[in-house]
């Protein structure tokens, strides 16, 4: 029987995602994104160019793969046309082969003004979203004014959905003060757009369907991570989609039938981006050297992330609530040079150890996060190739990760290139 696969990351995102989905697409020929938007940054090195991906999945730079941006995930016409023509320009043809779902809904801009409205508005309390629209853009779906994909191809469909968006948004642009939605100028603005997106849009149920029926594995690319699942995560400070296994299956058709593998993405340490709690920040210098080493810059804003050690109490909530089956250990050549490495092992909070990861900020704000020192390798890791032995420290290192997390570390990145990879065991067959 084929196996379904999905690349979940375990932290705050920014994991590595992009550059493991390009990897396992040599074998998977079906990426999908089933959840966010172009909030995502997902990086990846091939033939010696560096592309960030948002919107599409990260298998299409192999040109025999299947992209499919399925019903979960908000979408922004512009910024899919952007990329779209991007990677055009770059050579890759994604006529046939690159699909939206007609039931995704549509990120417009008042839902991007909303966005950076409401982040103003909170004040001293901002979550520090990326500003794309998204937060606003699921708002609208859940509150049943939302304006789908499948509406660019019914003109009466569209004014109606527009209606029903612009009759409670407009009211709210009136107490803030923003300009008046017309929709006469965003249906021109969308008809403009049309065209070029059009001959993208399908009934993807349909699509996955066939492919699960004809025996085609699918690969599941979540974007953001865990930690910032609307349900499961740090609330409020979170994305207001479901980076986490459910995902799957509300923002896409999975046959709950087939095998599903979920292949962890862990950084070797952590980063954040935007507000939030974040227990094992490291806010002087060793933050500043994490940042350095492994360019911790928002691959979609640009904006420094935060930094701080790998925090396994975190970790095993995120393994348990994926079922992940292995996982993928990113940027491992970050720490080559710390003579030793902090991993947090329990949280203590008012005088108590914990032993379960609290979703409360204010908890986490407040709890003392408690290390095991491991030792590290101090040589570089960015140089060994497949077979090569590991140094001792960093097999130490690995085997304590599987010993507290129960899941075998199959796959370590010790580069930003495709060749830069050591595969432990196989992630996929
Ligand atoms: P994603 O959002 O999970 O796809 O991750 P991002 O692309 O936002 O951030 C990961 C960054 O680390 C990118 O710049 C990658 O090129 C880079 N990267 C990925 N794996 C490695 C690695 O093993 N080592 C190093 N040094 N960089 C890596
Ligand atoms: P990838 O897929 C890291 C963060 C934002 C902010 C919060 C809410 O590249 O891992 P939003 O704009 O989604 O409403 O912002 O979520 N965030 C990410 N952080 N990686 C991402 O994606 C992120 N997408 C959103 O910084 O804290
Ligand atoms: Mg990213």
Redesign the pocket.
């Known amino acids: 029987m084929t196996t379904n696969y999905a690349v979940i990351?375990l932290q705050?995102?920014?994991?590595g995602?992009g550059k493991i989905v390009d990897l396992l697409s040599k074998d998977l020929k079906v990426a999908v994104r089933y959840q966010?938007g172009h909030?995502?940054?997902?990086t990846i090195l091939f033939s010696g160019r560096k592309l960030v991906l948002h919107l599409i999945p990260s298998g299409v730079l192999h040109p025999d793969v299947t992209g499919v941006i399925d019903r979960g995930v908000v979408v922004d016409p512009e910024a899919f046309l952007r990329e779209k023509e991007e990677l055009e320009k770059g050579g890759l043809s994604l006529k046939g082969r690159l699909f939206l779902s007609k039931d995704a809904h549509m990120i417009l801009p008042y839902h991007s003004l909303a966005?950076g409205l409401g982040e103003t508005l909170r004040g001293s309390l901002p979550?520090?979203?990326?500003?794309?629209g998204?937060?606003p853009c699921y708002e609208d779906k859940l509150a049943r004014r939302g304006v789908k994909l499948s509406t660019l191809l019914d003109p009466k469909a569209l004014r109606e959905a527009l209606e029903a968006a612009v009759s409670m948004r407009n009211p709210l642009h009136k107490g803030l003060n923003a300009p008046a939605i017309d929709i006469d100028k965003e249906i021109a603005r969308l008809e403009g757009l049309a065209e070029g997106i059009r001959p993208f849009i399908v009934d993807t149920f349909e699509l996955l369907d066939n492919f699960q029926r004809q025996g085609r594995s699918l690969l599941f690319e979540?974007?953001?991570?865990t930690l910032?699942d609307i349900d499961f995560g740090t609330y409020p400070?979170?994305?207001?989609s479901h980076p986490s296994i459910g995902g799957i299956f509300t923002g896409s058709y999975c046959d709950y039938h087939i095998p599903l593998k979920v292949i962890g993405l862990v950084k070797a340490y952590t980063t954040?981006?935007?507000?939030?709690p974040f227990p094992t920040e490291e806010m002087g210098e060793t933050g500043k050297t994490l940042q350095e080493r492994g360019h911790e810059y928002?691959?979609?804003?640009g904006?420094p992330r935060r930094c701080g050690w790998l925090d396994l109490v975190a970790l095993k909530y995120a393994v348990k609530l994926n079922g992940v089956s292995s996982i993928a250990l990113t940027k491992v050549d970050v720490l080559d040079s710390f003579a030793s490495i902090p991993v947090c092992t329990s949280y203590l909070y008012k005088g108590e150890r914990l032993s379960t990861f609290p979703t409360e900020p204010w908890i986490l704000e407040k709890l003392r996060p408690e290390y095991t020192e491991l030792r590290g390798w101090q040589q570089p890791s960015s140089s060994l190739r497949n077979g090569d032995p590991l140094p001792e420290a960093l097999k130490e290192y690995i085997a304590f990760l599987e010993e507290k997390l129960e899941v075998p570390v199959s796959l370590l990145s010790v580069g930003p290139d495709r060749e830069e990879t050591l595969n432990l065991r196989p992630l996929v067959g």
């Open positions: 990351g705050w995102g920014d994991e995602k966010g909030n995502a940054g997902h966005d979550i520090g979203t990326t500003r794309r998204i937060g979540g974007a953001q991570g910032l400070f979170v994305s207001s954040r981006v935007g507000e939030g928002g691959a979609t804003t904006r």
